[in-house]
């Protein structure tokens, strides 16, 4: 890797020193300094680094048994469902850097006219980022293969809700029924124990017994219902977008409530989910450009690339950490320009870094 990046640099240093004294084939200027109605160029940007958060979430929906008037009459049970709502439980967190366009690096290329210009080549994304550039004979290379970007989104998996069966007798008052289903359950019970005890015989093959307990394990759950209600989860995957920001290393992205579940921004309730990203420094050592001049200056024959910097990324929810990783985060790296004269590059576009340099 230091050889590459040594080449790389000589390489660089090489393509200023023998094209210093040739004319301007192009300019390249900050966004916001480009003149209105200036027509005679196009735009490019880098591409930033947004973390996309996948929140996995169980909402269990809470519905009252039809007998639960009854529940403490037959049951020893301090889980009865006293009334209709819905539960939250944060169940896990998945983090996917996306690449995007950066508004902080978008700029403009003015192209020369007239006699002695060279052919200039600009190869950009049909979201702007930049993919390849070229000056002189090397730019007539044959344009990269259109990426074609994947639909990105995630699915939501749930059981299925099913009603309260109709298990009793019907033209019984509530307490009859609220008996019955309390005498359904202690021989479910009994049968059940029965069939591990070996008392049944049909039962020896594994399989079947594993079927016959399956059968009783679910009648008695369905009568107990009954008088206890049901707890019904459905897993969803609800996703937050944040841009990690060099001067705001700790953002507050979302809140987590166990009875609103996730709420995005700052205004609703329950525990505050952060984003802490701190940079490990691994492009410190560059004298890159500050940002403000970057954005106040105009560059001839030069192009702006990113060397992307490694964070370490903790998303936190309260006060319990969630999840922590360390990922590539674009904007918080290096930003940097390469001379192009009678030179072909070509730029990660997940990174804006260069991964390919020509000279003729």
Not at 32 to 50: A, D, F
Not at 52 to 67: A, H, N, S, T
Not at 220 to 232: A, C, F, H, W
Request: proline share 4%; net charge negative; hydrophobic share 40%.
């Amino acid at each position: 890797m230091k050889r590459f990046v040594t080449t790389f640099m000589f390489a660089l240093l090489a393509i200023t020193f023998f094209g210093g004294q040739l004319k301007a084939q192009f300019t390249t200027t900050f966004a916001k300094n480009v003149t209105p109605g200036q027509q005679n160029g196009i735009y490019y940007s880098l591409p930033q680094t947004m973390l996309r958060l996948d929140f996995i979430i169980d909402e269990i929906q809470l519905e009252k048994g039809p007998l639960s008037d009854y529940a403490s009459s037959y049951l020893d049970m301090a889980d009865v469902v006293e009334y209709e709502t819905t539960e939250y439980k944060l169940v896990d967190v998945e983090m996917t850097p996306v690449a995007s366009p950066d508004p902080n690096a978008l700029f403009f290329v003015s192209l020369a006219t007239g006699r002695g210009s060279g052919k200039v080549q600009f190869d950009v994304m049909p979201n702007g980022v930049i993919r390849s550039a070229g000056v002189g004979v090397v730019a007539e290379k044959e344009s990269l293969t259109p990426i074609t970007e994947e639909p990105q989104g995630v699915c939501a998996k749930s059981e299925p809700n099913y009603d309260f069966i109709n298990l009793l007798s019907a033209g019984k008052s509530n307490a009859q029924l609220a008996k019955e289903a309390a005498d359904q359950i202690t021989e479910l019970r009994k049968a059940k124990f029965y069939l591990i005890s070996g008392d049944v015989s049909m039962a020896s093959d594994p399989v079947t017994f594993n079927a016959m307990y399956q059968k009783l394990d679910e009648l008695e759950k369905e009568y107990t219902s009954l008088l206890i209600g049901k707890r019904v989860a459905k897993r969803v995957v609800k996703s937050v977008y944040v841009i990690p920001n060099k001067e705001v290393p700790t953002q507050t992205v979302a809140k987590f409530s166990e009875t609103e579940g996730l709420t995005v921004g700052t205004a609703g309730t329950g525990s505050m989910i952060t984003v802490q990203t701190l940079s490990l420094n691994t492009t410190e050592a560059i004298n890159a450009p500050s940002q403000s001049a970057v954005e106040s200056m105009s560059y001839e024959n030069k192009v702006f690339y990113r060397l992307p910097e490694t964070a370490q990324v903790k998303v936190t929810c309260g006060n319990k950490t969630v999840l922590e990783d360390r990922v590539t985060v674009n904007q918080l790296g290096a930003l940097l320009m390469a001379p192009l004269t009678n030179t072909y590059l070509e730029f990660d576009t997940e990174t804006g870094q260069i991964i390919n340099l020509q000279m003729q």
